[in-house]
């Protein structure tokens, strides 16, 4: 299936096949290849699994191209690639004169960008993903989230900030003063903590000195490039949807808007 | 402080300044790390970081370093980097001409090692580390193991060797037909359950239809290309130094053998 985005960039690039996508817009994975492709102005073509209810992922048709059943895949020509973070680094690499310089200019911010991008996925996530899950994700799709254990990721989450706030009180974002794969990569579940999971004090300039530069990194830039007030409110779309058993629906109506690239707005829904 | 290794490549690369390593040699991320240093044959210092008596990680020097208080640290002239997985990445890159083509020979090659890196991140070692820890570290470091614990992690590492059997049946090592990046990170957590956890039989021929696959990826290679069963004695090292307070000494007399390549042998003792 196609979704806006293609629509819009199909005069430019007919002639360019363009990769193919498998994955869901709700799925923060998902959400971190989307962003790389368009900071790369790669055109893709968005095909939907729906993992919630008719178990795509789990089809043999699907585990032939990720066996662990699990979103998002990309299809470029003869390549095939899964784990979000090694296809959004297939993407800036493959596409490195292209777009936003993601990973920076040098030996050296590549490296930093490979650092931060590890500590996303090494600290960052794992503190922050079970506090989303009991917050937002659980009662989306019809279960109980555990206050307990949110309070608890929360807790690992301050701690992970705490270092984040020394090192943006010397660079504007993380690998330096240049946005990169490594502050692209935190963005989807942090932007479903601030937005939907009700926590955008926990990176405000209001509990944090250095809130200003974390709203930098997580906000300001994304609010300006990517609708995220939007993709809230399809959030809600999402719900609205779910079935009489409490299942999300394969949410082809939001995949038009999440793709779409709206004008720049200023940073003060954050704060 | 220097390790054999050193010594050994002092005479070809005197010119060259050797990266530092800050790390112990114990820790599966340093030897990480060690591995793949010893694979591009780049020369280097390991500078011993107490992490278990004098717990020289949460000191200000350190964290200056690595804000988190996690070893490994590596340092190449200018350019300084933590997450052994970040550093590894810097390393293949950098000498990508020298030693062993770690990321391959193609982007085809370089997309599926960095697919399978994450998957050695993101699948492998969550379900491996805690059965590590409560079976071999927390022994070694005078705490209680706890088996419940330990089982279900092995449970949930059989459902991750059960999609790599299905990958091995086709090609020899994870990414493709070439040792790469991605098996080597498989290593450090994999030597300590399989040598130290009394787990060989996960994945030896006798459990797995491939087992010898998994054993060439994980054992054949590690085996002649590194003293593994050395590295086991060591441990038992890191056993016999421990404090009456049950803590383990800073690992220095272990240095050396980690760090020595021995000749080739078969790959009998995994069976």
Same mark, same amino acid.
């Given at each position: 299936m ?5 629509h819009?960039? +199909?005069?430019?690039s007919? #002639? $360019?096949?363009? $990769?193919?996508?498998?994955? +869901?817009?709700y799925? !923060? ?18 095909? #939907?699994v ?30 095939? #690639?899964?784990?979000s973070?090694a ?8 596409h490195?004169?292209?777009? !936003? ?8 911010d590549?490296?930093? #960008?490979?650092?931060?991008?590890e500590v996303e ?7 922050? %993903?079970?506090?989303v899950w009991?917050? $937002?994700? %659980?009662?989306?799709?019809g279960?109980?989230g ?5 309070? !608890?990721?929360?807790?690992? *989450?301050?701690k992970? *900030? ?5 090192v943006?009180?010397?660079?504007k974002?993380?690998a ?6 490594a502050?692209?990569?935190h963005i989807?579940?942090t ?12 990176? /405000?300039a209001?509990d ?7 709203c930098?990194?997580? /906000?300001l830039? $994304? ?14 779309? &999402? &719900? %609205?949807q ?6 999300? /629906?394969?949410?082809? *109506?939001?995949v038009?808007?999440i /793709?779409?690239?709206?004008?720049k707005r ?6």
């Amino acid at each position: 299936m196609s979704c806006e985005h293609d629509h819009d960039m +199909a005069t430019a690039s007919s #002639v $360019v096949p363009k $990769v193919k996508l498998f994955g +869901a817009p709700y799925s !923060t994975c998902t959400s971190r290849v989307i962003m790389c492709l368009m900071e790369k102005q790669v055109d893709y073509d968005l095909q #939907v699994v729906d993992i919630a209810k008719t178990q795509d992922h789990k089809k043999p048709e699907f585990l032939a191209m990720q066996p662990f059943g699990m979103i998002p895949v990309l299809q470029d020509k003869d390549i095939q #690639v899964f784990e979000s973070r090694a296809i959004v680094r297939y993407i800036a690499r493959k596409h490195e004169g292209h777009g !936003t310089p993601l990973y920076g200019t040098s030996e050296k911010d590549r490296a930093m #960008v490979e650092q931060w991008l590890e500590v996303e996925a090494q600290n960052y996530n794992p503190a922050i %993903a079970p506090a989303v899950w009991h917050l $937002v994700h %659980a009662p989306l799709f019809g279960q109980q989230g555990d206050p307990a254990i949110a309070a !608890t990721s929360l807790q690992k *989450l301050e701690k992970v *900030l705490d270092v984040y706030e020394g090192v943006l009180s010397k660079s504007k974002y993380l690998a330096g003063d240049f946005f990169s794969l490594a502050d692209l990569s935190h963005i989807p579940f942090t932007h479903y903590l601030i937005n939907d999971g009700g926590k955008a004090q926990l990176i /405000s300039a209001g509990d944090r000195k250095q809130g200003c530069s974390v709203c930098n990194m997580m /906000s300001l830039k $994304v609010v300006k490039t990517y609708d995220l007030q939007k993709f809230r409110v399809n959030v809600g779309d &999402v &719900v %609205a949807q779910l079935d009489p058993e409490g299942r999300a /629906s394969d949410g082809r *109506l939001i995949v038009d808007s999440i /793709s779409r690239v709206i004008p720049k707005r200023p940073c003060s829904g954050f704060q």
